[in-house]
T-cell receptor, first 115, second 116 residues
Framework: AQSVTQLDSQVPVFEEAPVELRCNYS??????LFWYVQYPNQGLQLLLK??????LVKGINGFEAEFNKSQTSFHLRKPSVHISDTAEYFC?????????????FGQGTTLQVKP | NAGVTQTPKFQVLKTGQSMTLQCAQD?????MYWYRQDPGMGLRLIYY???????DKGEVPNGYNVSRLNKREFSLRLESAAPSQTSVYFC???????????????FGPGTRLTVL
């Protein structure tokens, strides 16, 4: 069975500082990996996804993530955060080449950007 | 394209009442999903429909039923609401293929349900 662990429930950071949100997964088969962002009182929006190919994936709003198969991790990074990045971030995994698209989500990490 | 739409946006029920949450997508996606989101627990899958005419249980199906009415629409029904079903409910859709918008789930704006 697959599972996802987001190692930090809350990450406070000052504006313009770099940030890393950590995500580890467990799976015995190949996987697709995703990061979603949820702004207050809104639905989820895709930040980026890894399906295959280059292990460094670039997404929207200056975020990027690196797939590390040996460490079963998919950490999300941004070199300089803005107040507007304050939101909840979810890591998710699906079975590679899935015919159902089912996702398993982590518990979420709240990013709090302070001025 | 509207993407994934959900109705209603907000609902308050009394214990024992029933209601149906509606979801529709206009992206011609094959698969659709219902999740609930509770604080500190991420999103948990209630039911999903891999294709028109099929439905399957997810992680937390008890107390819910679903109907895949056609390719566009997937409804979630609470037959006898309980306070434990107070949550935010999200619908999503997905399809496989090649290209930037495939192999990812698209989410609706959510329904905030309170059961008193």
């Amino acid at each position: 069975a697959q599972s996802v662990t987001q190692l930090d429930s809350q990450v406070p950071v000052f504006e313009e500082a770099p940030v890393e949100l950590r995500c580890n997964y467990s799976s015995s088969v190949s996987v697709y990996l995703f990061w979603y962002v949820q702004y207050p009182n809104q639905g989820l929006q895709l930040l980026l996804k890894y399906l295959s190919g280059s292990t460094l994936v670039k997404g929207i709003n200056g975020f990027e993530a690196e797939f590390n198969k040996s460490q079963t991790s998919f950490h999300l990074r941004k070199p300089s955060v803005h107040i507007s990045d304050t939101a909840e971030y979810f890591c998710a995994v699906s079975r590679g080449s899935s015919n159902t698209g089912k996702l398993i989500f982590g518990q979420g990490t709240t990013l709090q950007v302070k001025p | 394209n509207a993407g994934v739409t959900q109705t209603p946006k907000f609902q308050v029920l009394k214990t024992g009442q029933s209601m149906t949450l509606q979801c529709a997508q206009d992206m011609n996606h094959n698969s659709m999903y219902w999740y609930r989101q509770d604080p500190g627990m991420g999103l948990r899958l209630i039911y999903y429909s891999a294709s028109e005419g099929t439905t399957d249980k997810g992680e937390v199906p008890n107390g819910y039923n679903v109907s895949r009415l056609n390719k566009r629409e997937f409804s979630l029904r609470l037959e006898s609401a309980a306070p434990s079903q107070t949550s935010v409910y999200f619908c999503a859709s997905w399809t496989s293929g090649r290209g930037s918008s495939y192999n990812e789930q698209f989410f609706g704006p959510g329904t905030r349900l309170t059961v008193l």
